[in-house]
């Protein structure tokens, strides 16, 4: 059914293709696992889950599932939207490093839109029931026609379902200490793609807890706002275990202070702050009530902006 298979990327234990469906006539994206862990039981399930969680949730900022299927030569498989365009990460490492053309393609009043947009797929699933767990640049994906779409839900949380992920800061951690504990935590400014995932994560996601709900999700989405303000990680340290000890204890300045020529408002700053405290309890209680304020502020600092 599929031809012209090109591979567009690979994990540990999955690789993304695109391929021509020929029955439709329309390119795909085709997720499956590698050759030698076709037959592993565990990531034959863990994949079908991430499949059917994804294709549960219908909305314009996650990614259509066309079809899922357990084929003789590739084992389980599933295709999906075929989207173009890059994900947020690498734009905010190139305005990093002032790069012109993105300083124009991404002004601060549109970096605040692609964060409520990815919060308005959030609120989505969480009105169904499903945490993403894993909210980071790299996983919000920006489209060559405007779109906003969140990948990647592949550790997500199904309310009322087991959950068949190992605790997300054990699937994060690298196997070696050492250099390999610098390749998480590179810097905007440095080189190469890192996995990210320690940076974004909850307290009570370090802690291991059980009954995390959708304000984890609310508190990655607020270092991504950080990061995409600053341009700097508000929690890095020196290795994980620093970042960790960061994310539950450390009192960061607020993004304004940190990057004092961006023209961050100080309505700006209160936002990030409290989708960031340590306790779910004191941050915005529902994903929604974030929107609300994302949507304001970004709409004050489009007004201030050059045109």
């Not at 592993?40 to 599932?65: F, I, K, S």
């Not at 993105?102 to 989505?124: F, G, H, K, N």
């Not at 440095?190 to 307290?203: I, K, V």
């Not at 802690?207 to 950080?226: A, H, K, M, N, W």
Request: net charge neutral; hydrophobic share 35%; aromatic share 6%.
């Amino acid at each position: 059914r599929y031809s012209n298979i090109r591979e567009m990327a690979r994990g540990a234990t999955a690789q993304l293709r695109s391929g021509f469906d020929t029955v439709v006539g329309r390119t795909v994206a085709i997720k499956s696992l590698l050759p030698e862990q076709m037959h592993n039981r565990v990531e034959r399930r863990r994949l079908l889950r991430e499949a059917r969680v994804t294709a549960q949730l219908q909305h314009p900022g996650t990614v259509p599932v066309y079809e899922i299927a357990d084929d003789d030569y590739w084992g389980i498989y599933f295709t999906m939207k075929r989207i173009s365009g890059e994900n947020l990460f690498e734009a905010l490492k190139r305005i990093a490093r002032q790069d012109q053309r993105t300083l124009e393609a991404y002004p601060l009043s549109r970096r605040l839109d692609i964060v409520a947009d990815t919060c308005q797929a959030l609120a989505y699933a969480h009105a169904r029931g499903v945490i993403h767990r894993d909210v980071k640049p790299e996983n919000i994906w920006v489209g060559n026609f405007g779109e906003v779409v969140l990948l990647d839900w592949g550790v997500a949380k199904v309310w009322g379902h087991p959950d068949d992920n190992e605790p997300v800061r054990h699937s994060s951690l690298p196997v070696r200490k050492g250099q390999e504990d610098e390749s998480q935590l590179r810097t905007l400014t440095g080189h190469g793609q890192r996995p990210g995932t320690p940076l974004y994560m909850s307290p009570e996601q370090i802690d291991g807890q059980r009954g995390i709900d959708e304000r984890t999700d609310i508190f990655s989405v607020g270092v991504v706002l950080y990061e995409a303000l600053a341009l700097r990680e508000p929690f890095r340290g020196a290795n994980i275990d620093e970042t960790f000890r960061n994310i539950k204890h450390a009192e960061v300045a607020p993004p304004s202070e940190r990057a004092p020529d961006a023209g961050i408002p100080p309505e700006l700053d209160a936002v990030v702050m409290k989708a960031m405290q340590k306790k779910p309890a004191q941050r915005f209680q529902t994903m929604r009530e974030l929107i609300q304020e994302l949507r304001a502020a970004s709409r004050a600092v489009a007004v201030a902006e050059p045109h």
